[in-house]
């Protein structure tokens, strides 16, 4: 079928196209990423906040959005540094189950960077795409 056929018979959910060797949907955060994030976020807040390094990357294949997230609760919530691909990085917070849902121009889902280790701080790395008006990493 042709990449046209693929998308327009395709049916809402998980997308084929994120898929692991097994054949089954790429997850957002191995069980090792979830942990560390977990635990970054259970430190007390007194001014680390943005001081631990990204735990995982995250980006959209076809709509050039990106995340670093360094810390996530028990909830789902996320904090990093967000890039939705329209030059305006920011730290912030978004649901892990937003993550889940969003889909890319071409109704891709997001993939995780597996290649990704951090080399600064989650705010060094907010820095840098201040004045690059996206995120390097």
Known sequence: ATLSQQLTNQA???STWAINPKGN???????QQR???RKNAAQPDDGRKGKF???VKLFTPDAHAVWLL???DEGGRCFGLCD????????????????KS?????????????????DKTITEYADAASSEWRIVA
């Open 12 to 14: 809402p959910g998980p």
């Open 25 to 31: 949907p790429m997850k957002l955060f191995t069980d």
């Open 35 to 37: 942990t560390q994030l």
């Open 53 to 55: 390094k990204p735990v």
């Open 70 to 72: 360094s810390e996530m």
């Open 84 to 99: 939705l691909g329209q030059g305006y990085p920011e730290l912030g917070y978004v649901m892990e189950s937003e993550l």
């Open 102 to 118: 969003f889909r890319g121009r071409f109704r891709l889902p997001i993939e995780r960077d597996r290649h990704f280790t951090a």
